[in-house]
């Protein structure tokens, strides 16, 4: 069975730090490009940030988060992983990690996770 099942997500204050993982199941990691993403209340979703397959290795973030978010990946653990670093409150959000079985990113995403809860609040 396909899945992905986000985690990591808490209340943290500004200027602090998270980091989620997205384990994915049912499908080999390293050949699909994972995307993070996040859905702030009465907004709409949008892309964070998004890993290639390991043998294409692109990544791309957001302005917003550039320089204060990374993605990898730990392909052996089937395990993708956003450190989010400077925490804002905009970044509150729900954060979803997907993938459109892609091995690179840019293409629409078929297959999400539930969810994970980030509030970054003093």
């Not at 199941?25 to 890993?51: D, H, M």
């Not at 978010?69 to 993708?80: G, L, P, Q």
């Amino acid at each position: 069975q396909v899945q992905l099942v986000e985690s990591g997500g808490g209340l943290v204050q500004p200027g602090g730090s998270l980091r989620l993982s997205c384990v994915a199941s049912g499908f080999t990691l390293a050949n699909y490009a994972i995307g993070w993403f996040r859905q702030a209340p009465g907004k709409e979703r949008e892309e964070v940030s998004c890993t290639s397959s390991s043998t294409d290795g692109s990544t791309y973030y957001t302005d917003s988060v550039k320089g204060r978010f990374t993605i990898s990946r730990h392909n052996a653990k089937s395990t993708v992983y956003l450190q989010m670093n400077s925490l804002k409150p905009e970044d509150t959000a729900v954060y979803y990690c997907a993938t459109g079985f892609y091995a690179t990113c840019g293409y629409e995403y078929e297959q999400w996770g539930q969810g994970t809860h980030v509030t970054v609040s003093s």
